[in-house]
């Protein structure tokens, strides 16, 4: 989380690209993710946003607010619900597969960094589950 930003979070995803992918034509973001309802406001919306992260040397035993690398450049966002059923839904986000391969072409490692992000400051949270995958064609 960005400090003094109340509900706002970030979250970090770290990805290994195969070598023998060369190119990026598509890229898809698909993860499992919870909108917590709010009893109070049932219309409010929870706006995502998938970023470029740049800085690929953190490591998910030591990141903190304090060190977290900053988020860049948005290659996909979406604005969602809160959940009906409280049970996690697959959501698939299209991410700007050129911003996408910008960000694999300087990785030395192949090693790429997405940040999800909620900049909007609103009495809403989420989970997102730990296993997130790209598809790449």
């Given at each position: ?25 598509s890229v ?102 730990k296993d ?6």
């Amino acid at each position: 989380s960005i400090t003094n930003t109340h509900w706002s979070r970030t979250g970090f995803l770290k990805f290994k690209i195969p070598q023998d992918i060369k190119s990026l034509n598509s890229v898809d973001l698909i993860i499992s993710i919870k909108v917590y309802k709010n009893a109070e406001q049932p219309d409010l919306k929870f706006s995502l946003n998938v970023q470029a992260v740049p800085e690929n040397t953190w490591s998910k035993a030591t990141i903190t607010w304090n060190n977290a690398p900053k988020a860049g450049e948005v290659l996909g966002s979406v604005i969602l619900d809160q959940s009906q059923d409280d049970k996690l839904s697959k959501l698939t986000i299209k991410l700007d597969a050129k911003a996408v391969d910008s960000l694999l072409k300087k990785s030395k490692d192949r090693e790429i960094t997405l940040a999800l992000t909620n900049n909007v400051s609103t009495a809403l949270g989420s989970i997102v589950s730990k296993d997130a995958f790209l598809t790449i064609e």
